[in-house]
């Protein structure tokens, strides 16, 4: 008996062959078509704020954690890459290097590593830092390159700006929305642009945040999560569902003040935020039916923003308010244990 020594750890006792190093970087990978298209359409400005974003997530995250944690360096595991890469995509492309520098350090310092780092933060430390930057830059927040393909670039001396398909909604709602959805509205040159056509918002020829605008390639890249079991369906599903069923009541109701629930799924962060953000392993429900309630709770919120509230987005708010609530649907859901 003596021969024998008996080790007691804490779990997981079962090891598999995921890491959080092979998850961070499968989901760099499924924002790529993403950010393929945010180039073809947005151009060298989407390119260059990207590449500040990220570089600058890493180095906040190397010093912080070399010279105030004073822990090993968790650079590797590609967590801050993945901040940085959100961080981008929820903002416009033309939006000024200091303030995505600002971005990154409330990404990282405020929402991640003052809470202990990967792991341990409360909220998705991206979308805490877009909402930051949304109260404190409301205008550069807001300023909204059109979206025109790479080969008109050399066409424009300037960079022609103008509303989201939401927010011109938001702003004509004492008019006919179904009206306006099939008119013109002003940019910022004069001029007059159509409003974009069903296949313009799936595919990504619309005003928003560069990541966000592409449908089509966001859900590419949700699929190649799913198949990669890196997310489960439970969050996306009732996050947009609900969304749907909220939007399309009132569609319903009155549709010339409202708009149909097919365009609220193709039109601002509803897709990039149900699918790579709300399912953040970390501030999102641990239960199959605690995920449910998270993501119905989302999309609930985000629908109400969306038509009542002052902003015309409601995505990134939704899943912060529903962060605070995850301990409580824990709760509310842990499973009975084994006998019990």
Excluded at 117 to 129: D, E, K, M
Excluded at 205 to 222: D, P, R, Y
Excluded at 282 to 290: A, L
Aim: net charge positive; proline share 6%.
């Amino acid at each position: 008996m003596s021969d024998f020594l008996l080790k007691v750890s804490g779990s997981p006792h079962i090891h598999g062959e995921e890491s959080v190093k092979k998850i961070m970087w499968t989901v760099v990978i499924a924002l790529l078509p993403a950010f393929l298209v945010s180039i073809f359409y947005f151009g060298l400005p989407a390119l260059w704020l990207t590449l500040v974003s990220v570089a600058s997530c890493v180095v906040f995250e190397y010093l912080i954690q070399r010279f105030l944690l004073k822990g090993k360096c968790t650079i590797p595991d590609g967590s801050a890459v993945v901040t940085g890469l959100l961080l981008a995509f929820n903002v416009p492309s033309n939006l000024p290097i200091p303030i995505i520098i600002f971005g990154a350090l409330i990404a990282i310092g405020l929402a991640k590593m003052a809470f202990g780092g990967l792991g341990n933060n409360l909220f998705n430390p991206a979308i805490t830092a877009r909402v930051v930057l949304l109260i404190s830059f409301p205008v550069q927040m807001t300023t909204w390159p059109v979206a025109r393909p790479i080969w008109s670039f050399g066409k424009m001396a300037d960079v022609v700006t103008g509303p989201t398909p939401l927010g011109i909604l938001k702003e004509s709602h004492a008019q006919d929305v179904h009206a306006m959805m099939h008119g013109v509205y002003p940019v910022s040159d004069g001029s007059l642009m159509s409003f974009p056509s069903n296949v313009d918002m799936l595919i990504g020829q619309m005003g928003g945040s560069f990541g966000e605008v592409s449908a089509i390639a966001l859900l590419i890249g949700a699929i190649f999560l799913l198949l990669r079991k890196v997310i489960t369906w439970h969050i996306p599903v009732s996050f947009m569902l609900t969304t749907f069923i909220f939007t399309g009541i009132f569609w319903l109701i009155d549709p010339t003040q409202y708009a149909n629930p097919c365009f609220h799924m193709v039109t601002g962060g509803l897709i990039l935020g149900a699918c790579f953000m709300a399912t953040d392993m970390v501030t999102s429900p641990v239960s199959k039916r605690g995920m449910l309630v998270f993501g119905a709770g989302c999309g609930l919120i985000t629908g109400l923003i969306r038509l009542f509230g002052a902003y015309p987005e409601g995505v990134s708010f939704s899943i912060l308010l529903m962060n605070a609530l995850v301990p409580l649907i824990d709760k509310a859901f842990k499973p009975k244990r084994f006998g019990a």
